[in-house]
């Protein structure tokens, strides 16, 4: 399987769309509950643009299986060197590497803007992503302890931070 990794267009974000509602339904990788419109996500991916953070495509065959982008992390201007990231993959192709892919390129596409700290704020109960995390050098800085609810229950989010 031959993925390619490319910057998201305009023409991508009902394929965003697909992934990123599958993730609000059904996971705890995203703490909203209600389902995202067409309009919603089109105008989440024009402020990307506005403020020139990246959103990456992962496509194969002409099918986009998954994304990633970056963006503040805090609106504090000492915070202005540090970014959070996000990454979903399509429901059925988790596991093929294409998480990795999309990390790898916010990863190296954050270092060329010169930031110095990524962050990732991941359910504490998802040790794949933290496994998966830490692979690529991020360390846990700590647990927040019951900070979201979701599925009638409390959420600890692991905040993890790479050195960029």
Same mark, same amino acid.
């Given at each position: 399987?031959?993925?390619?990794?490319?910057?998201?267009?305009?023409?991508?974000?009902?394929?965003?769309? !697909?992934?990123?509602?599958?993730?609000?339904?059904?996971?705890?990788?995203?703490?909203?509950?209600?389902?995202?419109?067409?309009?919603?996500?089109?105008?989440?991916?024009?402020?990307? !643009?506005?403020?020139?953070?990246?959103?990456?495509?992962?496509?194969?065959?002409?099918?986009?299986?998954?994304?990633?982008?970056?963006?503040?992390?805090?609106?504090?201007?000492?915070?202005?060197?540090? #970014?959070?990231?996000?990454?979903?993959? /399509?429901?059925?192709?988790?596991?093929?590497?294409?998480?990795?892919?999309?990390?790898? /390129?916010?990863?190296?596409?954050? /270092?060329?803007?010169?930031?110095?700290?990524?962050?990732? #704020?991941?359910?504490?109960?998802?040790?794949?992503?933290?496994?998966?995390?830490?692979?690529?050098?991020?360390?846990?800085?700590?647990?927040? /302890?019951?900070?979201?609810?979701?599925?009638?229950?409390?959420?600890?989010?692991?905040?993890?931070?790479?050195?960029?």
């Amino acid at each position: 399987m031959k993925i390619k990794i490319r910057k998201a267009t305009l023409s991508d974000v009902n394929s965003i769309l !697909e992934i990123v509602n599958h993730a609000i339904a059904n996971t705890t990788a995203i703490y909203d509950y209600d389902l995202r419109t067409l309009e919603e996500q089109t105008e989440w991916f024009l402020l990307k !643009e506005k403020n020139n953070f990246p959103v990456f495509i992962a496509e194969w065959n002409n099918e986009i299986l998954g994304f990633g982008t970056y963006d503040t992390f805090r609106t504090k201007m000492g915070y202005r060197f540090t #970014v959070e990231h996000s990454i979903y993959v /399509k429901e059925g192709f988790a596991g093929k590497g294409i998480g990795a892919l999309l990390l790898q /390129k916010l990863i190296d596409t954050a /270092k060329e803007e010169n930031y110095h700290i990524m962050i990732g #704020v991941i359910d504490a109960s998802n040790e794949k992503s933290i496994r998966f995390h830490e692979k690529f050098g991020f360390e846990s800085r700590g647990i927040l /302890k019951e900070v979201g609810f979701k599925f009638n229950r409390w959420l600890d989010a692991n905040l993890m931070q790479l050195k960029l």
